[in-house]
């Protein structure tokens, strides 16, 4: 069941209007649990990008990666020699437009949880996570950890000069009644236009969805 079906079950919406549901249960996280997980999201991604900052080749540079829901454990990851000039090699030739870009950026991110995932166990994470029985399998994550890991991912290609068409942003949010999506901003440096990476939609290395804010928006709103 999508979850924009599962909004419409008048049954389930009126339980959503009344009762509070956890981060373990769905994709997205109830807004007034942002102080339990935000700070520890926003350090990891201060240090990852100070990390890769001072370093020779962003991509090679040791990061943390979010397991779990809401972050709830974190892994010290850092990509071999050839990891690296796998994904490297995805933008060569480089992009000639911002949307050969984006295909570009989608294929690298499926790689670094490719390789990200054989290491820690992620490489079990299924497409989103609608269903409380799935929240605690091995290896599944939510909307806030596929988010901070895609972060982190878009900031080292970045860093390493292989992103010239989009400027990378912060976490976004989307709301749902007493509930929050959570992705990636990014910004076509030409159009002004907003886009988000959603790796959440699809299994652990499979393409994210990268789509218009506005479409990402209407997506997950009843």
Not at 42 to 50: E, G, H, P, T, V
Not at 57 to 80: F, I
Not at 127 to 135: F, I, S, T, V, Y
Not at 194 to 211: K, L, Y
Request: contains cysteine.
């Amino acid at each position: 069941m999508s979850l924009r079906s599962a909004l419409l079950n008048p049954g389930l919406v009126a339980a959503l209007l009344f009762t509070a549901v956890p981060a373990s249960a769905m994709n997205v996280v109830g807004q007034d649990s942002d102080e339990d997980w935000q700070p520890q999201v926003n350090r990891l991604i201060a240090k990852n990008d100070l990390a890769a900052q001072k370093a020779p080749n962003p991509l090679r540079v040791a990061m943390e990666v979010c397991q779990g829901t809401a972050c709830a454990e974190a892994t010290n990851v850092r990509l071999s020699s050839l990891e690296a000039e796998r994904i490297r090699a995805v933008f060569d030739p480089p992009a000639t437009s911002a949307a050969e870009e984006r295909a570009q950026l989608a294929t690298a991110i499926a790689f670094f949880e490719t390789f990200v995932g054989a290491r820690n166990g992620t490489w079990a994470d299924l497409p989103r996570n609608l269903h409380p029985e799935d929240a605690e399998d091995e290896g599944q994550m939510d909307c806030v950890s596929e988010s901070t890991n895609t972060r982190t991912y878009l900031d080292r290609l970045d860093k390493a000069g292989l992103i010239r068409y989009h400027g990378v942003g912060e976490q976004v949010f989307t709301y749902i009644l007493l509930l929050q999506h959570i992705a990636v901003e990014m910004v076509d440096k030409e159009t002004g236009v907003r886009w988000v990476v959603d790796s959440w939609e699809g299994a652990n290395g499979e393409p994210p969805v990268i789509s218009t804010y506005d479409d990402w928006c209407s997506e997950y709103h009843v």
